[in-house]
């Protein structure tokens, strides 16, 4: 299963675009097209796009991975 967190360049950031449609169709209204964004990543595939985008927070003091849960 691939991890439901991203870890991106701030290089790669400057690029990156939230999707609400694609060609001028609005995206579909169906719960795998992630509406209503997706986090488009310039110079990765499709299905590295991320879905769902309920917040974005930007780490400036590591570049290293962060654990999906919390570590007690």
Do not use: C, E, F
């Amino acid at each position: 299963m691939k991890s439901p967190w991203a870890n991106i360049s701030l290089i790669i950031t400057l690029l990156m675009l939230l999707l609400t449609g694609y060609l001028g169709l609005v995206m579909g209204r169906n719960a795998r097209s992630g509406v209503p964004v997706r986090l488009v990543v310039p110079h990765r595939r499709g299905y590295d796009w991320v879905k769902w985008v309920t917040h974005i927070h930007v780490n400036t003091t590591s570049a290293i991975w962060q654990s999906p849960l919390p570590l007690r």
